[in-house]
Structure formats: C-alpha cells, structure tokens
C-alpha cells in the first residue's frame, strides 16, 4: 500500500506528517499483512488487511481511527480495530470524520463523528473516541427487519449502504 498527498495528521501512514507528490518508494508498514482495501477520510485512513481486520492512522479528534481514545497515529495502527467478537470486515468506507464498515455477517457498524446521526445510531454521539465504545459495545446499524448491507459508503456527513434487498438506505438526521 502507498499513499501521497497532503501528508499533515500522518493520514499518509508514514509515520510523519511529510506531503508527497509522488508515490513513496516504499509501500506502508502493514506488519506481515497486505492491504486488500483502503479508503481516505478528511484526515485519516482506515484499511482492510489479508486477514480481514481493519486497521487505521492519522487524525483521531472525533475517534475516527476506532481505537477508543482520541490519539494521532501517524503509522497504522499495530492493532486492529475492535469489530465485536469473532467479527471481520467485508468492505469499508472512510470519509468526512467516519468509518463504516460492512462485517461478514452483512452487518453494518460505524465510527467517528457522528455530529448529524451519520454513524447511523438515532443520536449524534461520536464513537470509537473513548474506551468501551467499540467492538460488542457498538451497535450495529439497524438496517430493517431482515435486511444486510452488501456495500457502504461515507459521505461528509452521511452514510449510505445497499442493502440486500436491492434498495438504498442512508443516514444522518435528516434522511435517517
């Protein structure tokens, strides 16, 4: 995995804040794992390894890395972020100040800043900024009776999954 651009909050992943025009020669320090997705947010990144966790870095003001402080991490992060037990990642999106993810069970869970209900939770508090806050103690979305998410997407500040039943839902307060 390489990334280039603005490099400020470390959201680059190279454990500084430089800004690069070009490619890195050398690729993010995953650890012994390779990236099979990977999505920028404003200021953080979040991606989904080989082994199906999910692991982020750069600007956590609002919780957006899901790690349950609110700590910058300029490198990605050595841990992964906590899904709820036995729980792995499908797809991700990351945008605005929000991570959501699709979990193989085809649920669907949200973290970050969550100023207009864009987490999805029918509240506007942020989550993954404090410890207790993620992994069984965060809720999954509920998308309807029966219903799974086959694909999420972020925006600044709402979130929209496909759900298997062909339809769209989306949420913040206004559109929940």
Same mark, same amino acid.
């Given at each position: 995995?390489?990334?280039?651009?603005?490099?400020?909050?470390?959201?680059?992943g190279? @454990?500084d804040?430089?800004?690069? @025009?070009?490619?890195?020669?050398?690729?993010?320090?995953?650890?012994?794992?390779?990236?099979?997705?990977?999505?920028?947010?404003?200021?953080h990144?979040?991606?989904?390894?080989?082994?199906?966790?999910?692991?982020?870095?750069?600007?956590?003001?609002?919780?957006?890395?899901?790690?349950?402080?609110?700590?910058?991490?300029?490198?990605?992060?050595?841990?992964?972020?906590?899904?709820?037990?036995?729980?792995?990642?499908?797809?991700?999106?990351?945008?605005?100040?929000?991570?959501?993810?699709?979990?193989?069970?085809?649920?669907?869970?949200?973290?970050?800043?969550?100023?207009?209900?864009?987490l999805?939770?029918?509240?506007?508090?942020?989550?993954?900024?404090?410890?207790?806050?993620?992994?069984?103690?965060?809720p999954?979305?509920?998308?309807?009776?029966?219903?799974?998410?086959?694909?999420?997407?972020?925006?600044?500040d709402?979130?929209?999954?496909?759900?298997?039943?062909?339809?769209?839902?989306?949420?913040?307060?206004?559109a929940?």
């Amino acid at each position: 995995l390489k990334c280039w651009g603005y490099g400020a909050n470390g959201r680059l992943g190279y @454990g500084d804040s430089v800004s690069l @025009g070009t490619p890195s020669n050398n690729p993010i320090d995953l650890g012994n794992h390779t990236a099979l997705a990977v999505s920028a947010g404003v200021a953080h990144t979040c991606a989904i390894l080989d082994d199906a966790t999910v692991r982020c870095w750069g600007d956590n003001a609002q919780g957006q890395l899901g790690m349950g402080n609110m700590t910058q991490l300029n490198a990605p992060s050595t841990t992964a972020v906590d899904l709820g037990t036995g729980r792995t990642a499908v797809s991700i999106s990351s945008l605005g100040n929000h991570s959501c993810v699709v979990l193989d069970n085809g649920q669907a869970k949200c973290w970050g800043y969550n100023n207009v209900g864009q987490l999805g939770l029918g509240d506007i508090y942020n989550r993954g900024d404090d410890s207790g806050e993620m992994g069984t103690d965060l809720p999954a979305i509920f998308l309807g009776d029966g219903l799974t998410a086959n694909a999420i997407a972020t925006g600044g500040d709402l979130t929209c999954a496909i759900l298997n039943n062909n339809t769209v839902k989306c949420c913040n307060t206004y559109a929940n």
